[in-house]
Every structure is written in C-alpha cells, then in structure tokens.
Nanobody
Framework: VQLVESGGGLVQAGGSLRLSCAAS????????IGWFRQAPGKEREFVAA????????YYADSVKGRFTLSRDNAKNTAYLQMNSLNPGDTAVYYC?????????????????WGQGTQVTVSS
C-alpha cells in the first residue's frame, strides 16, 4: 500500500498550487483521505479531509475558503487545490488515509501516510 504526494513547489503569495495524492494497493473508494502539514519547528496539523464518497469534507479554519479537497475514485487520487496562498502556508504537506470513520481531524485516526511534498510560499 502506498500514498504518493505530488504538486508541491515554490509559489508567490497570492498564488495557487494543486497537490495530488495517488493511492495504490488500497480499496480507494472505501478510504477517507486527509491532508496534514508540518512547518519547521511545529507540530503536524490537520488541513483537510474527505470521506470515501466525497460527500463530506472537513477543513481547518486557517484554510477554509481557500483550499478545496476533492477526489476521483476512478483514478485513485485525491486533490488539494490551494488558492490565495500566504507564507503561513509554507510546510511539508502529507497525505494520509484510513478505513476508519470519524475523527478525521485527528492524526492518530490515519493508518497510512505519504512521504510529503514541500510547499513554499514567498512573500
């Protein structure tokens, strides 16, 4: 089982990026997918989550209205569209997956993690 993130990079403040999380070895349409991020010297924090059918999404207050999480079960991929980026969004972004239900904002809910992708927002 594997999660691979892509799409990170360097962007100016106000810009956009789209991160992808490609899953293999899972029954993808039964997974909840979460995104977390970790800035230097800080704890890994919840960003967004989407349940297996995509009908419910959850966002951290800090990204609500700017980030959108979606999924394409036919492609076994989830997408995090990030708009209006600011330097405070600079972090390594991690994709995570779980077959469990509930507590999607909690790190320990997730059993599988990707290696992360760096997002750097310059001012």
């Amino acid at each position: 089982v594997q999660l691979v993130e892509s799409g990170g990079g360097l962007v100016q403040a106000g810009g956009s990026l789209r991160l992808s999380c490609a899953a293999s070895g899972f029954t993808f349409d039964r997974l909840a997918i979460g995104w977390f991020r970790q800035a230097p010297g800080k704890e890994r924090e919840f960003v967004a989550a989407i349940i297996w059918g995509g009908s419910s999404t959850y966002y951290a207050d800090s990204v609500k209205g700017r980030f959108t999480l979606s999924r394409d079960n036919a492609k076994n991929t989830a997408y995090l569209q990030m708009n209006s980026l600011n330097p405070g969004d600079t972090a390594v972004y991690y994709c995570a997956a779980t077959y469990h239900s509930g507590y999607y904002r909690v790190r320990s809910t997730y059993d599988y993690w990707g290696q992360g992708t760096q997002v750097t927002v310059s001012s």
